[in-house]
């Protein structure tokens, strides 16, 4: 198994302001996303870093939504920005832990890319676990190939759509025509219905 990138690592890139994935505001395609969701969704955004799109869903009226993240640095953070935000829904702990619910939706934005590519089959059964039959994995997902021995990793699209379709039926999965400017035209949209 490859480096696990684990809370020590996460907590030095943060003390260190080495946070390039944090574009600084909700994602335009995920908030896009969102405005066909039911508000009641219970929703889980894992390795949330500073969680902007937890934090414009909640102040839109999605009171089910949770984030979770192994850095207890990026949790502070986000509590310390977003006070109203309900504690009982901040998760500081390791998404491959057992979880205590499961979710009708999960939202992918830059954790499968902080994940060693090792354990991409570990994150797609841990996700056919934690989310409900019939429930929606969807985000964004890197479609290139950064070169990196260290966070982001890339990917390719056939290899998404080897990995996921054993527990998904892959819904969509095509370029993103909402990515922020330094990532256009290198990022997947995918909506993943669990089977």
């Known amino acids: 198994m490859g480096q696990q990138f684990d809370g020590d690592y996460w907590n030095e890139r943060w003390k260190k302001n080495e946070t390039g994935w944090d574009i ?16 009641n969704n219970y929703i889980l955004i894992p ?3 500073n969680a902007y799109e937890a934090e ?6 999605f009171k089910n939504i949770y984030i979770m993240d192994i850095s207890p640095l990026a949790v502070a953070s986000f509590k ?10 901040i998760l500081c702990r ?7 619910r499961q979710w009708d939706v999960v939202i992918e934005q830059t ?4 994940l060693d590519p090792s354990l991409r089959s ?5 996700m056919s676990k934690v989310i409900k039959t019939g429930g929606v994995l969807a ?5 290139t190939d950064f070169g990196n021995p260290h966070p982001p990793f890339g990917g390719s699209k056939s290899e998404y759509e080897t990995l996921f379709v054993k527990d998904f039926t892959i819904e969509t999965m095509e370029p993103c025509a909402t990515s922020i400017g330094p990532r256009s035209g290198k990022e997947l949209w995918f909506e993943l219905r669990r089977k």
């Open 80 to 89: 310390a920005r977003f006070p109203d935000f309900p504690e009982s829904q």
């Open 47 to 49: 390795g949330c870093g």
């Open 24 to 39: 600084g505001y909700a994602s335009p395609a995920l908030m896009d996303f969102a405005k066909n969701l039911p508000k």
């Open 139 to 143: 985000g964004l997902l890197f479609n």
């Open 111 to 114: 954790f499968f890319c902080a």
């Open 122 to 126: 570990r994150y797609e059964e841990q």
């Open 94 to 100: 390791d998404f491959f832990e057992p979880h205590p």
């Open 56 to 61: 414009a869903l909640f102040t839109d009226g």
